[in-house]
Structures are given as structure tokens and as C-alpha cells.
């Protein structure tokens, strides 16, 4: 018997239409709905079996459901809830899946009254992806062996955190439960800012030097090659955390300028070590 009946996937882009994979791949949805505003891309989703059938009205698209992840760009996902909240059953289960939490929720609280019948939002980041966009990319294996963020507040239900954290888990993900707040300053630094460092350094790299770009540099750019458009909404949603994170950078790299001027050769191994061995830590 399948977990969910009717499962809506508003967004059937990578990650959209990664979870749509994943759920037929395990049998663990009745039906899925792929919600959209381009036809194209939802054919596409279609077409690779991400979903089972697509739609642009939003309203039509979760009347039924008693799943609705929402896989949109930052800027629109809390007035896509809202109008899920206005739209779906009672007792539907609301998620997301992007990369910052804080002001997300804030305004999705602002407009959606928690009630004792529901439906609720709970807030989740599964830590998975790739610089490629579109359900083309999509894989129904994306999320085994990564972690999913879930981050309620202090309003939110321990059934209804248990029932998100639960989905992820069937999806393959280990679950993390963290606040909203604390969630934006982690991924500030291990998601957000080593993004802003792969834009830097590409767009400081003289188009002359291509010919002579080694491993390294394609390795450390890779991310840069991501939609500009996504990035800007992000770092514009976590701008204190990431600015927070560019100054701890800021100064890592004038200690090692300055090691570097001063022919320090001690600090600059030293500090090289210390890198090393956060990063080795780490593992791959």
C-alpha cells in the first residue's frame, strides 16, 4: 500500500523532479501531480516519469492532495503556500525544499494561522543537487545517503515534524531537525558562501587563461556554472549569514595574503595545515 494517495510536486525542475522519481521508484505514491507554469517542462517532467500528470492551475493541482512539496524559486514560495493552504484538504502536509528557512517561514506565518484541523508548512532542505536544472537532470536515487533539514517552530506540531521527516527518510535521506535561524547560518558557510567563492573566482579568471585552467580550477568553479537568477534570491534571502560567513572568509584569506607578503612560510603552512585538516575531517 502506498504512503500517500495523492502527492502534488509544485516545481518539477531537478529537485522536484528528483522526488517524483524517487516516489514511483518506491511505489510510495498513488498518484503524483506536477505543477508548473512553463508545458514544456512539465511534458518533460512527464515524459521521464517524474510525475504522473501535470498541470498549471495550482488550485486544480492540490485539491486532492495530502502531500505538497514546493520546489520553486525562494522569492515565491511563501505565496505559492499560502495559496496551497487556501486550496488543499485539511488535512494536507505542506513542505518545501529550498535553501533558506528564516524568511521563508516568517512570512509563510505571517499569512498562514496554524489550526488544530490544519493543513500545516513545516520547512525543509534536502542537501542534495546539482549546477544542472531541469527535471532532464532529474534522478530517483538524488536523495539516498543525504541529509534533509527539517526545520519546525515552536508552534509546529511533533506529529506533524515526524510525518515531513518521515517523507524524507522514505526518500533515502537522514534527517536533521534544526531551527530556522540556525539552519540559514550553517548553510551560510557550507552551502551559500562556497558558491559566492566559485562565482568570484571564475569571474576573476581572464578568458585568456582558459587554456591553461587546470583540474583545480574547473573542480572549485563547477558550482559557478549555476543559474545566476536562483543564486541572486538566495544570497538575497540569507544576506546577514552569508555576509557573516564572507567576512570569517575575508579574513582567512588576508591571513594567508598576509603570509604570503611577509614570506612567513611557518604561518602559511600552519594555516594551510589547519585547512587541511578540517577538510580531511570532513571526509569526501
Known amino acids: 500500500m502506498a504512503a500517500y494517495d495523492h502527492v502534488t510536486i509544485i516545481g518539477v525542475g531537478l529537485i522536484g523532479g528528483s522526488i517524483g522519481m524517487a516516489l514511483r521508484a518506491r511505489g510510495l505514491a498513488t498518484e503524483i501531480v506536477g505543477v508548473g507554469r512553463r508545458e514544456t517542462s512539465l511534458k518533460t517532467a512527464q515524459a521521464v516519469g517524474a510525475v504522473d500528470r501535470t498541470t498549471t492551475d495550482l488550485i ?13 524559486p525562494v522569492h515565491s514560495i511563501a505565496q505559492l503556500v499560502s495559496k496551497v493552504a487556501e486550496s488543499c484538504p485539511a488535512d494536507c502536509l505542506i513542505t518545501d525544499a529550498a535553501s533558506t ?3 521563508i517561514i516568517a512570512q509563510i506565518e505571517q499569512g498562514l494561522v496554524p489550526a488544530s484541523n490544519g493543513p500545516y508548512f513545516v520547512g525543509s532542505h534536502p542537501l542534495a543537487g546539482d549546477h544542472r536544472t531541469g527535471p532532464q537532470h532529474a534522478r530517483g536515487d538524488l536523495f539516498e545517503g543525504r541529509v534533509a533539514v527539517v526545520t519546525p517552530t515552536a508552534t509546529t506540531p511533533a506529529e506533524v515534524i515526524e510525518k515531513v521527516s518521515q517523507f524524507w527518510r522514505h526518500l533515502g535521506a537522514s534527517v536533521m531537525e534544526m531551527s530556522p535561524a540556525e539552519h540559514d547560518r550553517v548553510v551560510a558557510v557550507t552551502s551559500h ?3 559566492l ?12 587563461a582558459g587554456p591553461l585552467a587546470a583540474r583545480g580550477w574547473y573542480d572549485t568553479t563547477r558550482i559557478a556554472a549555476a543559474d545566476p537568477e536562483l ?4 544570497f538575497a534571502s540569507n544576506d546577514q549569514a552569508l555576509l557573516n560567513a564572507l567576512d570569517n572568509f575575508e579574513a582567512m584569506v588576508s591571513s594567508l595574503k598576509r603570509a604570503i607578503l611577509d614570506n612567513d612560510k611557518v604561518t602559511l603552512v600552519n594555516l594551510l595545515q589547519e585547512a587541511k585538516r578540517i577538510r580531511d575531517a570532513l571526509g569526501s
Open 197 to 208: 567563492v566559485a562565482f568570484a573566482l571564475a569571474g576573476s579568471t581572464p578568458e585568456s
Open 231 to 234: 543564486w541572486e534570491q538566495i
Open 60 to 72: 486544480a493541482g492540490v485539491r486532492q492532495a495530502d502531500l505538497v512539496i514546493v520546489c520553486a
Open 101 to 103: 528557512k528564516a524568511n
Open 193 to 195: 558562501l562556497p558558491h
